[in-house]
């Protein structure tokens, strides 16, 4: 039995770094920066849900503080999984920066997968420390490693839609 690969040209990775390299000029960069606007915003919005749960534990007597334990993780991943899984494609952040998270076939993320990348970008970089980010030194679509492993990329916006 003779394997059939007729369809392998339709499996390729829909942007190629050596081919469309305007794609991932400075993302590296600019993601970094998104990084620090998006952990502005979600520490923004932590405040008054803070505030609400500190009130809530002295009407209930110190039951309600209970919620810092689920507030503190539920909120940047919903963050994330809303933005980042929407129709734009990207955060505040990013989209602050130029910036657009596709598929390696080329579909945009749904809320899911995005909820897993940040997860994933956490979990990595808590075990493995920031030595991570040196894996986008050596990619060339400057892919980080849970990038890697959902088989994401980031872009410039602009190119994009070029």
Known sequence: ?????????????????????????????????AFLIDAIAVAILFLPAA??????????L????LLFAVLSPILPIAYTAFTLGGPN????????MGL????????????????VHVILFWFSISLLTPLILLISLFSDRK?????????????????LRR
């Open 1 to 33: 039995m003779s394997a059939d690969f007729s369809n392998a040209d339709e499996r390729r990775d829909a942007y190629d770094a050596l081919v469309q390299p305007e794609l991932f000029e400075g993302v590296r960069t600019r993601r970094m920066f």
């Open 51 to 60: 505030v609400l749960v500190f009130f809530l534990g002295i009407f209930t």
């Open 62 to 65: 110190g039951l309600g503080w």
């Open 89 to 96: 494609a990207a955060t505040p952040g990013m989209r602050a």
């Open 100 to 115: 657009e998270m596709r598929l390696w076939y080329g579909a945009r993320p749904y809320p899911l997968l995005a909820a």
């Open 143 to 159: 892919r980080l490693l849970h990038d890697i492993v959902l088989g994401t990329l980031v872009m410039n916006s602009e190119a």
